[in-house]
């Protein structure tokens, strides 16, 4: 895993973890990367920390790697997710689950609802397949996975 300082085109920096280079490069190309802090996804590499990882990794498990890493990455790659990151996360999830509608396996067809304006505008989360996600942002609706954490796995 690489742990790259991110700056989109307004001058916001932020961390994100990738698998490698070319995981960024292709999550930059495809919009998949936005700013916390006003959502742009024109975003470019500052610099970067390498994280150590291990040499094994699931067998038959192939998935793209998200900006933050899910449980399920952490340990195919061996890595700790620093405890104030983790924090950070758990307050995102939060902040989303008290200020938004869950519209569970709906999330997909309602987030383009509210992108065509067929639907009251509102912040939504819910549950979405990665082909699902793909399909949302290549349509130009925006949307952004909640991270995967420990206790969700309980």
Not at 130 to 141: I, M, N, P, R, S
Request: charged share 30%; net charge neutral; proline share 8%.
């Amino acid at each position: 895993m690489i742990k790259y300082s991110v700056q989109c085109k307004k001058g916001h920096t932020f961390d994100g973890w990738f698998a490698n280079s070319t995981a960024f490069d292709t999550q930059s190309k495809r919009g998949l990367i936005s700013c916390p802090d006003c959502g742009s996804t024109k975003v470019t590499k500052a610099l970067m920390a390498p994280a150590v990882s291990s040499s094994t990794r699931r067998k038959g498990k192939s998935q793209e790697p998200a900006a933050v890493p899910s449980e399920t990455a952490r340990q195919s790659y061996g890595m700790q997710v620093p405890p104030e990151l983790m924090d950070l996360m758990r307050k995102v999830r939060d902040e989303v689950k008290k200020n938004a509608e869950y519209v569970g396996p709906r999330f997909a067809e309602e987030a383009r609802k509210i992108h065509h304006e067929e639907a009251p505008e509102r912040g939504i989360y819910g549950e979405a397949t990665v082909d699902e996600v793909k399909a949302l942002h290549e349509d130009g609706v925006p949307c952004v996975p909640l991270p995967v954490l420990p206790e969700d796995r309980n």
